[in-house]
């Protein structure tokens, strides 16, 4: 399954706890991509400027979630990707037939779907780290360097 993690430094952080967002394809990255970002910015996070897609593995421990967590969730919500209940599939399956659709995106971050990784994913699941700016269509002060 793909996977899109905003963050604030060059590499991105793919330890336990790290928060993904589940993509069906990359085209319908846009969306979620906003709302990220507009996320960051209303807690008064640091900007994060960069984006990573990632190949979450089949064997990877994670536990979905709807919206952003407070805490982590407990161990017993973890499943591995390929095994994972009915339930959260659904939730995965509803969360991507919700970003096909324009009039979702006034309900802001509250509506994503999140894999909270339960292990550190291997180097190898990175597919590209990309300046936000750039895929957003901002490219006033984005950085065209690569990583």
């Known amino acids: ?18 928060r993904l967002v589940p993509l069906a ?3 319908e990255a846009r969306v979620p991509l906003r709302m990220l970002r507009d996320e960051a910015r ?12 990632v190949k979450v593995p089949e064997d990877a421990r994670v536990a979905v979630i709807i919206g952003r967590p407070e805490h982590a969730p ?16 659904r939730i995965i399956e509803d969360f991507f ?3 096909r659709s324009a009039t979702n995106v006034a309900l802001g971050a509250g509506f994503l779907a999140r894999l909270v990784l ?3 994913l291997p180097a190898g699941s990175v597919k ?6 750039l895929l957003l269509g901002n490219t006033r002060n984005a950085s065209t360097k690569r990583t």
């Open 1 to 18: 399954m793909l996977a899109l993690l905003v963050h604030a430094d060059r590499r991105p952080p793919l330890a336990k706890g790290s």
């Open 25 to 27: 394809r990359w085209e």
């Open 42 to 53: 209303d807690c008064g996070h640091v900007p994060l400027p960069y984006a990573t897609l």
């Open 74 to 89: 407990p161990e017993s919500e973890y499943f591995e990707l390929a095994r994972l209940p009915a339930e959260k599939r």
């Open 97 to 99: 037939v919700n970003v």
């Open 118 to 120: 339960g292990e550190k």
């Open 128 to 133: 590209w780290t990309k300046d936000l700016r």
